[in-house]
């Protein structure tokens, strides 16, 4: 019960989070077909491979004696591709938000076809070299009626790969903190650029003020995430 009970609230909001994607990715109108919305796909992607190998690594058990050891280190490295690949979509997003908000015209397609081509591959890229110090870690292990099951990778390994997650997540607040408050004096200079409140202007200010909004739920969200690397990092390694 206690298992299901950590599992679910999770399992719930994962599917809901997938529902929402393939809403967004089959829509037809054409604001859902922009670069910000692209960004969102990838990272609500890379997030759910999180949620998914997070709760597969907590809730099975994983010992040599049923070969189950092997889906270890690809469920560890997955993890951390897709937290990775999650902290940087999101960076991309609060980066292509202030570019579209300091344009007069705030067209939401400001940026070509091979850019984001090249920013989803860097994307891909750098999740995918967070976990080259995982494959050759060993594990520490603990033991349960005479049986031994695998609790983590090595103690080193751990503290490298929590190092390498607070640096990315300091990086990203650093980063995401500076071009939101960007964003925000683009938002405010919008509003004095758009007073004559012809319908129009009404529905572009509503809309940017909504996507603003998606980013700072996000920074907040990360911020959180954040703390709790540093926390564990410092447990760890103290």
Not at 12 to 22: K, P, Q
Not at 195 to 213: G, H, N, Y
Request: positive net charge; contains cysteine; glycine residues 4%.
């Amino acid at each position: 019960m206690t298992v299901w009970g950590e599992v679910l609230p999770d399992l719930v909001l994962c599917s809901l989070y997938v529902y929402l994607l393939l809403r967004v990715w089959t829509a037809p109108e054409k604001r859902f077909h922009t670069p910000f919305y692209t960004f969102f796909i990838s990272t609500g992607i890379y997030s759910i491979i999180t949620v998914i190998t997070y709760q597969f690594i907590n809730v099975f058990n994983f010992t040599e004696l049923y070969w189950t050891y092997h889906f270890y280190k690809p469920l560890i490295a997955l993890n951390a591709f897709g937290s990775v690949g999650g902290t940087f979509g999101k960076a991309a997003i609060a980066v292509h938000r202030y570019f579209v908000m300091r344009r007069r015209d705030f067209a939401e397609k400001t940026l070509l076809r091979p850019v984001i081509v090249r920013v989803l591959v860097a994307q891909f890229v750098l999740s995918l070299l967070e976990t080259v110090s995982i494959w050759p870690a060993s594990f520490t292990y603990t033991t349960v009626n005479g049986i031994e099951y695998i609790l983590s990778i090595s103690d080193t390994s751990t503290l490298i790969q929590k190092g390498l997650a607070v640096s990315n997540y300091v990086l990203y607040v650093i980063c995401n903190s500076i071009f939101s408050v960007l964003t925000s004096r683009e938002l405010y200079r919008m509003r004095e650029m758009l007073e004559d409140k012809t319908p129009a202007s009404r529905k572009i200010l509503v809309q940017q003020r909504r996507l603003f909004i998606v980013v700072t739920v996000c920074s907040i969200s990360h911020l959180i995430k954040a703390l709790h690397q540093v926390r564990l990092f410092l447990l760890i390694s103290g």
